[in-house]
Every structure is written in structure tokens, then in C-alpha cells.
């Protein structure tokens, strides 16, 4: 029941993670406008994300353009969407993989050492999930900072931390914590198998041996009277 009840947190949390991955994808908000300086105007907000750059005035609606080309953008842009992208996908899979290696899932059967290897397979795609997340999260946020106190960076050109970023380490922290509870569950689960396997064993051996060495001592006396 208890096993259970972690598959089920488990999955729970690996869809959260598996949402926030993806929004951390789409979102434009990983570069935002700097108010530091002379820059003084409030009313217009400057956003730049993985897929397009967005403008929003106070008065008027936000306008967002996609990327041209994906050389213009940085590197650490560029290297951000891919890694990403296959953070997503991974995640995607991972979330399959724990589904089908759940106990009420009949789909693979009902051996519950193959099961617990899914989860096992599931639980390491999820902490790879959850570093791929966290690689261009860290890696954008190193970028912003280090521009931002580089004194030969112009005042227009410093950005902040955007909500993406932010969103990013939470669901790289949520993905690496489901598949950490994965694992546990795969250990509790094969704990259980063998305890069930062996002890059946360990009791018929004492018994047996026992019986094996009472039988001659009965014959021998036999032949003594």
C-alpha cells in the first residue's frame, strides 16, 4: 500500500515536472529589461526567450517576434533550446516509462521485479530530465550576471533574470526528486521480492537437513536389537 501510494506521489510530481519543463520552454521570459542607470523608462519591458523576443508598452498590447535565424541568437540561447528541447522530450518518456511500470498497470503483466525495473529506468530519465533543465537554467543565469557587473556592457544591453529562470530551477529540482523517489521505490520494491523468495528457503533447509540426520540414527538402532 505504501509503494503504492509513493508510485502515485511520484507520478503526480513527474507531471508537474513534465508541465513545467515544457512552459519553461515556451516561456520568453528568460532575459528581461534593466532598470539601472539612465535607463529610467518603466513603461515598455523587453523580454527574450528560447523561441522569440517580446516588447510590452504599459498602453498597448504585448508584441513578441520570432527568431529570424537561430545563428543570430547567443550561444548561450542557442545551446538552451536544444538542451531544452531534449529535456522535454526526455521528461515526456520518463513520465510513459513510470506509468507503465506502475502496480495497478496491466499492460506489463504482473511481475513485480519487472515492474520495479521500470520504475528504476523511469526514475533515471526523470534526474537526467532534471539536469538537462538545470544545465541552460544555470547557464543563462551565469550569462545575465556576469554581463550585468561587466562594466564594458552598455546600460541598454544588461538584462535581469527572468520568471523562466526562476520556474526552471524549481522544475529541475521537482524532475531529480521524483527520480530520486523512483529509485527508493525500486529498492523497497526489491527488498520485498527477495525477503518473499528466500525466507520459504532458509525454513525448508533446517527442517530437511534435521529429518536427514534422525532416519539413520533410528536405523542404526533397529539393527542393534
Known sequence: ????????????LG???????LAVTVMPQWKVSAFIGSNIVTAENQWQGLWMSCIRHMNIRMQCKVYDSLLALPQDLQASRGLMCTAT???ILAFMTAVLGMKCTQCTGEDEKAKSYIMLTAGIMFIISG?????????VANTIIRDFYNPIVDMELKRELGEALYLGWVTALVLIM?????SCVFCCTGDNVSYRYTVPHHRATPKSSYMEKKSPSVYSKSQYV
Open 178 to 182: 521524483v527520480g530520486a523517489l523512483f
Open 89 to 91: 522530450v526526455m521528461s
Open 1 to 12: 500500500m505504501a509503494i503504492s501510494a509513493l508510485q502515485i506521489a511520484g507520478l503526480v
Open 131 to 139: 539536469i538537462l533543465v538545470l544545465i541552460p537554467v544555470s547557464w
Open 15 to 21: 507531471g508537474v515536472g513534465l508541465v513545467g519543463a
